[in-house]
């Protein structure tokens, strides 16, 4: 795809605006977006994309919940929770551990959930379907009994046996 206003060089800069459920599009190359006027914000171009970076422009503004007892810092490696918000990665495998309790707002900032509950391959995944099927139908029966709905905790206690006994 080449820009939209030069015509010459290949798009590497991808504007995409929705307003009121109206979506604009506008495809640049990096020059013409310098020069860009329309444009709400400032770009700051980077010759490569940072993950890192990505990742530690994410924790601006996310509370970091560590217990005053322990120091956010890691055992293993010495990375302290704000040494890794600058440069957006671990110095080590335990850090994920040192942090675990200050990770879990960035996560749920960055996936939508703190759990992970991808996709599974049919041909794997026919246990886990049954599980994850399991589990939603115990957290309906358990909302039915708080609700005292007892004919509906009845079927899906009996929908939760098949499927138990299935698996």
Known sequence: MYCEECQKRPATVHFT?????????????????RHHQEFPFSFNFEPNFSIHKFLAGL??????????VETPQCPNCGLTYGQFGQIGRFGCSECYRAFGRGLEPLIRRVQ???????????????????KREIEK???????????????????????IRRLEQEL
């Open 17 to 33: 605006q929705i307003v009121n459920n109206k979506k604009t599009e506008l495809h640049l190359c990096e020059e013409c977006a």
């Open 137 to 159: 139908l115990r957290a309906e029966l358990q909302e039915a009994v708080r609700q005292e709905a007892y004919e509906r905790a009845a079927e899906l206690r009996d929908r």
């Open 59 to 68: 924790l601006d503004g996310v509370p970091v919940e560590v217990p005053a």
């Open 112 to 130: 939508g959930n703190d759990r992970h509950t991808g996709k599974v391959p049919r041909r794997a995944g026919g246990k886990l379907s049954f």
